[in-house]
């Protein structure tokens, strides 16, 4: 199994659970000032793990959530966005262009904001009203689950919140159960580009987990490996990029827990029929020590990405091309 | 200029304006019943011509207006959605599965409903407090904006509609002189793909006009012309999709005259040095005769449109590739 680190996996969950009590306080200073309404925005792969909490608050609330690129927002403006609007913000270099640009255009809307950084002392930190720096805490993906899922118990719309947030000390152990156990899959992925690379693949999933394969598919396939790729949600697959599926054609899926299963498993029925290319990357082959079933769903984002983390080390790799290197992101000036 | 029929794009428009005063008066009573916030909902293409919509609604209003994937929403539900929440719904067939079914799940909730249908006595029609029959009235994707627009009206957040309203009488001869004026910008991006076709193509754009530079990428390109397109947000652009930029890569930007702009123009300059193949379809390059400049923004996604129409007909004629044939949607059980 190559690069993978299960001491540093466990140890790093350890420290996200650890920042557990700082989360909710944050969450409850929130809860007592009164949030209206809930902003999610930050850039490219940041926002799109951001997507999953945006379902799960639309799914579990009364609140209203909404998510809005910096770039646009900005430009556009949003009169949803009050100075009893929360927002959440999150970059891992904590000085995200756009992300840091955004933090200050909402504080100067009296915005509520709070921002997760991997890097202390970022200029994010300092244009933001809370900032939680996770340093080598990961996933980090899953960090604002501490602030939204207290939100959601102080307003009666999770009570079971303390108990999932409880289970969650096993999630070290969970996440190195589940990259032991889907490593193959990852690797028969990768061996299909092992001839040859593929000209293209079409990248689909839904609800809760569709934000990380579209992120599995541009900043992993397109950013760290250059490889052409189009990602659809399984909803909207009928409607076009069906039409490109055919024999020779690879079709991966990502399927969480959640109640979009139906939307995949009919992108699955027909692809099946179509293309001899099918990789299915499914959250419920997998056992979660720990997890009581009823919360599965809600952790099915970062588990899939551990199952999409098997996949692309293999192929990076198998590939010869490390995942670190970029042609233009951050090299040059645009 | 081929496929292209003067007399019928404006009596056509004609048509469009003529369903003026009783869209108008569905958002009359609309607003006498009172809303809390605006739900677009629809399928594939149909709710990327929605998108506009939104936009608009989410920079002018003080109502909360949100986007939901029908087969989603109805898996997930949404707290938002209450009685006194207007549902917006668009199918040329009138009878397209996902959103008849959301229709009647919206019902069930007591949802107020407008649908626009290309058919009448469509199951769709009857499935919605509010149908409306455009038959062969076009661009039909403007049709929402004798309703959103009158709604904004009458809550004091668009004074200048009726002007913009009354302007619109104009619509037909701006459609002909842009399609006229566009038609060699078309043509020129068709014959890219004369000698050989294409292998992939980028595309992107932004805000107002970003739904339908997505489906011209989903439902023209990949669903009519079985090209491999990738589709991205200018605003995202960098995040990712930057990377496979290189010499011999076509990518294609869609701008209109929103806010966003500068976005697009970040794309331009960046992709103009890394590849010889760029063409910028752009609405500000072109006359509107009959509509102020403050109206520009609004009409940009249907005038983009016209302006891709040129496009994929010159394509689809240089490709001898006709736009109505499909592999398998609507042929195929899935």
């Keep these: 199994m190559i690069d993978f680190n299960e001491k540093a996996v466990k140890e ?5 659970y650890a920042l557990r009590g700082e989360l909710e306080m944050v969450a409850d200073k929130v809860c007592e000032k009164g949030v209206d309404n809930i902003l999610f925005t930050s850039a490219g792969g940041s926002l799109a793990a951001l997507e999953p909490f945006s379902y799960m608050m639309k799914s579990m609330s009364k609140i209203p959530v909404f998510t809005e690129i910096p770039a646009e927002l900005m430009v556009t403006g949003n ?9 959440i913000l999150t970059s891992k270099s904590g000085d995200t262009k756009e992300t840091v640009a955004v933090a200050k255009w909402l504080a100067e809307k009296n915005v509520t904001t709070i921002s997760f950084c991997g890097e202390p002392d970022s200029p994010l930190k ?4 809370y900032s939680i720096c996770y340093g080598e805490a990961e996933p980090h993906d899953l960090i604002a689950i501490f602030v939204l899922g207290r939100i959601l118990y102080n307003k009666g719309e999770f009570a079971d919140y ?10 070290g152990n969970v996440l190195v159960s589940v990259a032991k156990a889907s490593d193959a899959k990852g690797l028969a992925y990768a061996k299909m580009f092992d001839a040859k690379d593929k000209e293209y693949q079409i990248w689909t999933g839904s609800g809760m987990t569709w934000g990380h394969t579209y992120s599995m598919a541009m900043c992993v396939l397109e950013e760290c490996q250059w490889l052409r790729t189009k990602s659809v949600n399984s909803a ?5 990029t069906i039409e490109l599926v055919e024999k020779g054609v690879l079709v991966c899926v990502g399927m969480g827990e959640g ?3 139906p939307l995949d498993e009919r992108v699955i029925r027909f692809v099946e029929k179509h293309t ?13 020590p720990g997890i009581s079933d009823s919360f599965r769903w809600m952790l099915s984002p970062v ?6 983390e098997r996949a692309y080390k293999n192929l990076a790799e198998i590939r010869k091309h490390t995942l670190d290197i970029r042609r233009y992101y951050r090299r040059l000036e645009y």
């Design 276 to 288: 001899d290319q099918i990789v299915v990357f499914d959250t419920k082959e997998y056992e979660f």
């Design 259 to 261: 109640p979009t299963r």
């Design 79 to 87: 009169a949803l966005v009050t100075d009893r609007t929360l927002a």
């Design 303 to 308: 588990i899939l990405w551990a199952i999409y």
């Design 126 to 129: 300092a244009a933001t009203t």
């Design 12 to 16: 790093q969950a350890e420290k996200l």
């Design 236 to 240: 909207e697959f009928f409607h076009g």
């Design 162 to 171: 303390p108990k999932f947030a409880d289970e969650l000390k096993n999630l």
